[in-house]
């Protein structure tokens, strides 16, 4: 999946809808549960959009939360 998304990173541009707010929230949980993946390293278009959308205002204001009730929002890729 992630290799998918690099290739179409391109049109993760422009007026945000439900679908890039997904794609966000996916890549968020992926990291909550996956830390070491460093799927960064091989998807550097989607990792570029990934954390400038991250750092929407409305995407600060709703970070996922790890089972034990902790943020997982406070590093460059959520990790706990």
């Known amino acids: 999946a992630i290799k998918a998304l690099e290739a ?20 968020d949980f992926f990291d909550m549960h996956f830390p070491d ?3 960064r390293a091989t998807a550097p278009k989607l990792a570029k959009w990934f954390n400038g959308f991250k750092a929407r205002p409305s995407m600060t204001a709703s970070v996922l939360v790890d089972p034990s009730g902790e943020r997982c ?3 460059p890729h959520s990790g706990h």
């Open 8 to 27: 179409e990173a391109d049109q993760l541009g422009g007026a945000v809808d439900i679908g890039k707010i997904t794609v966000a929230i996916g890549l």
């Open 37 to 39: 993946a460093s799927w």
């Open 73 to 75: 929002a406070d590093t």
